[in-house]
């Protein structure tokens, strides 16, 4: 339960968050399906509508700005017609782009999902996951370390795309200054994220990291003390699907926080939503429990929506009085 949600809520105007991360853009082809193809066992759908919203680290950008916070974005992107699209997104959620990158040969990721009947048929992705590296790598380094002097909080959105590297996280962590850094991860890319506020594995990547297979308390205490262990982190938030979220501080200071989603549609951008409401909440003073307890109740409600869709901060403070 919290206590008075309205005055945290008030103080997330003026955060500024910095996100830093694989961008991407989330295309939903929305169609029905009323026969099956006589070329191939596969269904035919008539496309009825296109959308194209924000994904991976810019859509974690759109929920800390939805939220009323200043979105601060770096990463790289293409010289594309996606880039501008991407751009024109950023735009309309009053996010700063200065630190998105171009690079000329790399495409921006672009993820086609085709929904029918509220149901993902396919998915196709475009994208390039090698390694920046060069002059990109060095333009967004020095864009990191000169926009760090004057935010609030960090969050690593990790997709293995190519963006998030020991060097890029080394640049973050020296950089803090006490500030608070969560990190929403790749198993590929662990012994990069050392000595971060927050790390929010799933069940199934923090299974994959410890190689302990979650399936009672304390198989999950394991997992979390081995992130204590392997990465010397503050504290661990292992998100559980349909069973919630747990959150552990070291000395195995456990926290269950039930799910509280009433209908499940689509799970897609839920991680964001979870990682982005939780940091702005510790930028605005609450405590990490608290933080997590209020990423829960924002991630129950977006979920209840298809596609890839942003916590609004009046929606937030509807529910959370609803169970003050």
């Not at 977006?302 to 596609?307: A, D, I, M, S, T």
Request: with cysteine; glycine share 8%.
């Amino acid at each position: 339960m919290i206590k008075n949600p309205a005055s945290l809520l008030k103080k997330f105007t003026g955060k500024n968050i910095l996100i830093v991360g694989d961008v991407m853009i989330d295309r939903y082809i929305w169609g029905n399906v009323s026969r099956i193809s006589p070329e191939a066992p596969v269904p035919v759908v008539a496309v009825e509508r296109e959308d194209m919203m924000l994904g991976g680290a810019a859509n974690v950008a759109a929920n800390i700005a939805s939220l009323g916070g200043h979105a601060i974005l770096a990463g790289v992107v293409g010289d594309d017609e996606g880039a501008r699209l991407l751009a024109a997104r950023l735009e309309s959620f009053g996010i700063d782009a200065s630190g998105l990158i171009a690079v000329p040969d790399r495409p921006t990721t672009l993820k086609t999902r085709i929904v029918a009947h509220s149901q993902h048929v396919v998915r196709f992705d475009h994208e390039v996951k090698s390694p920046v590296d060069g002059g990109a790598r060095n333009r967004l380094f020095h864009f990191i370390e000169e926009a760090m002097r004057n935010v609030d909080a960090v969050i690593v959105s990790d997709y293995a795309k190519g963006v998030v590297s020991r060097a890029l996280m080394n640049r973050i962590t020296q950089n803090a200054d006490g500030r608070f850094i969560a990190v929403d991860p790749k198993v590929s890319n662990l012994e990069c994220y050392r000595h971060v506020s927050v790390i929010t594995p799933n069940r199934l990547e923090a299974s994959a990291a410890s190689h302990i297979e979650i399936h009672d308390e304390e198989s999950l205490l394991g997992a979390a003390e081995w992130f204590f262990a392997r990465l010397e982190c503050e504290s661990v938030l292992i998100t559980r699907g349909p069973e919630g979220m747990t959150l552990v501080k070291p000395g195995r200071n456990v926290y269950h926080i039930p799910a509280v989603a009433r209908k499940v549609y689509d799970v897609t951008g839920a991680g964001d939503t979870v990682i982005a409401t939780m940091t702005i909440c510790r930028a605005a003073g609450a405590a990490i429990e608290d933080a997590a307890r209020i990423a829960n109740v924002a991630a129950g409600i977006v979920v209840g929506e298809v596609g890839t869709s942003v916590i609004r901060k009046n929606d937030l403070l509807i529910q959370l009085q609803k169970e003050e």
